[in-house]
């Protein structure tokens, strides 16, 4: 259910977060006027991701089917707060929907709002029953932007198409490597061109202890070739010394990694009007 109520040596951390592409963020869809003219949209203080695990062979168009019903829902109630869907194109088939708020309070005030609206809540029960029949299990987790582990402040997401989203889940007492391994990372690519990403820390859901998120937009699948071949050349030009230790701290520090690429969904997304003027022919396919 995607309402507002519920519903990444060579090996190492630095490169498998680079290799994805260069722009890491993640959507908040609220900006300020001087954000939204840019085009830039900066990473919320909070952000809550959505995931629904889907049944073998209810992906694509069955599954947008059932998605459109919400959008339309929110559409027909000029809703202020939005959200973006997007599909996996690697691990297990699922759909992820980002909602991003400047804070606790403001989601709560989403959640809150949406809850005393009879119509609105209406329309969601009916396309919750109808979109949790291609559904076979869903979750959701909260978490917290971390400005000092990252690099720029935002891409233009209007523009984007894919995402890669590198999940890293930190051992218990390793905190302080774990903020060496990050400055470290900054120092080696964050001043490479264009560079820019965005740490999210768990704060709230399933196995949340340890956990982090970097979330990577990319116009094109392409980038991922091109930012491979940048990140060797900067990873080239560390010394010895310097790898064996980013090695050794990441041996120790790290309880796991995942990488996963996934695409953005118009259809299933309720994107802003300010985004279906600047591509309508992507975001207006609703």
């Excluded at 809850?115 to 979750?139: H, I, P, R, V």
Aim: charged share 20%; aromatic share 10%.
């Amino acid at each position: 259910m995607k309402t507002h109520v519920g519903k990444k040596q060579f090996g190492s951390m630095i490169v498998l977060c680079l290799i994805a592409g260069i722009g890491f963020t993640a959507a908040s869809i609220t900006a300020t006027a001087q954000e939204q003219a840019s085009g830039a949209t900066p990473p919320p203080k909070v952000l809550v991701i959505m995931r629904e695990f889907l049944k073998p062979g209810k992906a694509g168009a069955a599954h947008q089917k059932t998605e459109s019903a919400f959008v339309q829902a929110f559409t027909a109630a000029q809703w202020p707060e939005h959200y973006i869907a997007m599909n996996s194109l690697s691990g297990r088939p699922r759909t992820l929907f980002f909602l991003g708020y400047d804070s606790f309070a403001d989601w709560q005030k989403d959640i809150s709002d949406t809850a005393k609206n009879a119509t609105l809540s209406q329309a969601f029960d009916s396309a919750q029953e109808a979109d949790g029949k291609l559904l076979k299990s869903y979750d959701s987790g909260v978490f917290i932007y971390q400005p000092d582990k990252s690099v720029g402040t935002g891409v233009d997401i209007a523009h984007m198409r894919y995402m890669a989203i590198t999940m890293i889940k930190v051992r218990p007492g390793h905190g302080e490597d774990w903020d060496a391994l990050v400055k470290m990372h900054n120092s080696i690519f964050g001043k490479m061109p264009n560079a820019h990403w965005a740490m999210f820390q768990k704060a709230y859901g399933t196995d949340s202890s340890g956990v982090n998120l970097v979330i990577t937009p990319m116009k094109s699948l392409a980038e991922v070739d091109q930012n491979r071949a940048a990140a060797h050349q900067a990873w080239s030009s560390v010394s010895a010394d310097q790898k064996k230790k980013i090695g050794d701290l990441e041996a120790s520090t790290f309880e796991s990694i995942e990488t996963n690429l996934f695409a953005f969904d118009p259809k299933m997304s309720y994107a802003p009007d300010t985004w279906k003027k600047a591509d309508p022919g992507f975001w207006g396919q609703q």
